[in-house]
């Protein structure tokens, strides 16, 4: 019988070989969760939107009716874009509150909505508003339960007097989606209206607003 060629393996019994550490590597990597298909990051965990899709104008998602009493007069151009990416979509919608007869802002509010596809928000989200329980001045944290998987309200009053200023934040995490509505006014002394809602009370009207608005995200 001659001697088998070198390498100690007839060519039959490579092949055979390497189908077998071929099986035992694809058992492994399926046994795995390891798939190189899109979707998920880099350590495969997949993207949770937990039902949020992508708007073309979230303007004309956001809910603002509880506003309205205060604000009734409606932002005809508000400011607002949608942004798509593979690894993030992002909407912003800006617009002016405008008391009756009012011919320029007396407030503001902004939404802000991210559908993050690549990468958990979790960690991040977490750090950039429990921060805020460090900041000096008239800020005031608070993680709050009844939104999403986590969220904070932020707020801040200066007024003093006829001048100042005040601001509401709601900030939500949903699995990847990451949602923050804003309000925010300034006082002078030229402002015709000088009975700015209290702080409490816009809280009340952002909670509302974002209960409704988080619905809607999910149509």
């Not at 990451?178 to 002078?188: D, E, I, R, V």
Request: hydrophobic share 35%; with cysteine; aromatic share 10%.
């Amino acid at each position: 019988m001659p001697p088998p060629p070198p390498g100690g393996a007839s060519g039959a019994g490579k092949a055979v070989l390497w189908a077998v550490v071929g099986a035992v590597i694809a058992s492994a990597l399926w046994g795995g969760g390891v798939f190189l298909l899109g979707g998920k990051d880099d350590k495969g965990a997949t993207a949770d939107l937990k039902g949020y899709k992508l708007q073309s104008d979230v303007c004309t998602v956001a809910e603002v009716s509880a506003f309205k009493t205060k604000y009734p007069e409606t932002d005809t151009s508000p400011v607002t874009y949608t942004l798509k990416h593979d690894a993030l979509d992002d909407m912003y919608c800006d617009m002016d509150m405008k008391a009756s007869g009012s011919s320029y802002a007396d407030a503001y509010l902004s939404t802000t909505v991210q559908l993050h596809k690549k990468t958990d928000p979790s960690a991040e989200f977490e750090a950039q508003w429990e921060s805020y329980t460090q900041r000096k001045g008239d800020y005031k944290a608070e993680k709050i339960t009844g939104f999403g998987d986590a969220a904070y309200l932020i707020t801040e009053d200066t007024i003093s007097g006829s001048s100042g200023s005040r601001s509401v934040k709601l900030a939500v995490r949903d699995g990847w989606m990451t949602y923050q509505m804003a309000w925010s006014m300034y006082l002078s002394s030229l402002d015709k209206d000088k009975s700015p809602p209290s702080v409490s009370e816009v809280t009340g009207w952002v909670k509302s607003s974002t209960t409704a608005t988080l619905a809607k995200l999910k149509n």
